[in-house]
T-cell receptor
Framework: AQKITQTQPGMFVQEKEAVTLDCTYD???????LFWYKQPSSGEMIFLIY??????QNATEGRYSLNFQKARKSANLVISASQLGDSAMYFC?????????????FGTGTRLTVIP | NAGVTQTPKFRVLKTGQSMTLLCAQD?????MYWYRQDPGMGLRLIHY???????AKGEVPDGYNVSRLKKQNFLLGLESAAPSQTSVYFC????????????FGPGTRLLVL
């Protein structure tokens, strides 16, 4: 079974609007962490936001927030006030404590296009 | 502070040739990783290391070898390149600690003909 599932291959959003990128995960480890990375066309992987499985509140970093629904095993990324520079691939990833060495499992990504 | 660097940025190999990809980090991180990224797929872990002199297999280790002789360097070797190894290779590093994020290098684009 896939540990991380991103069901939206591509998404479009109007500039200045908010957009939600979906991510569901599968684990039996009670201790885990969820990450979102951005990959612009230049290719580098940029860390955006982190949510721990025991965190009581949803993580936020500037215009990024993580909608963490533990019972549904979902960790959706919300980008508010989209900008043209947000156009990129976005990857959700999970780290399981039992896996050791902070290894990450990645989803297949969502390509976000911001329309002017 | 350069972060994570990778050498080379791009390489073309013929089937059967060998090569070594070099990853270097200047953040004194304990853990280092090699991933490959193929179209339509996320990153998949090839090998990783939890410290100098130690390495372990990841999800897709076949056809690759690694070495970590120095804490700051992590080498990925292809002994006999195959077209299926055409990919973009990313190195990453992180500190020990379960909340630590991984920091990625810029990637190496490898084409095997």
């Amino acid at each position: 079974a896939q540990k991380i599932t991103q069901t939206q291959p591509g998404m479009f959003v109007q500039e200045k609007e908010a957009v939600t990128l979906d991510c569901t995960y599968d684990t039996s480890d009670p201790s885990y962490g969820l990450f979102w990375y951005k990959q612009p066309s230049s290719g580098e992987m940029i860390f955006l936001i982190y949510q721990g499985s025991y965190d009581q509140q949803n993580a936020t970093e500037g215009r990024y927030s993580l909608n963490f629904q533990k019972a549904r095993k979902s960790a959706n990324l919300v980008i508010s006030a989209s900008q043209l520079g947000d156009s990129a691939m976005y990857f959700c990833a999970m780290r399981e404590a039992l896996a050791g060495a902070n290894n990450l499992f990645f989803g297949t990504g969502t390509r976000l296009t911001v329309i002017p | 502070n350069a972060g994570v660097t990778q050498t080379p940025k791009f390489r073309v190999l013929k089937t059967g040739q060998s090569m070594t990809l070099l990853c270097a980090q200047d953040m004194n991180h304990e853990y280092m990783y090699w991933y490959r990224q193929d179209p339509g797929m996320g990153l998949r872990l090839i090998h990783y290391s939890v410290g100098e002199g130690t390495t372990a297999k990841g999800e897709v280790p076949d056809g690759y070898n690694v070495s970590r002789l120095k804490k700051q360097n992590f080498l990925l070797g292809l002994e006999s390149a195959a077209p299926s190894q055409t990919s973009v290779y990313f190195c990453a590093s992180t500190q020990r600690g379960t909340q630590e994020t991984q920091y990625f290098g810029p990637g190496t684009r490898l084409l095997v003909l």
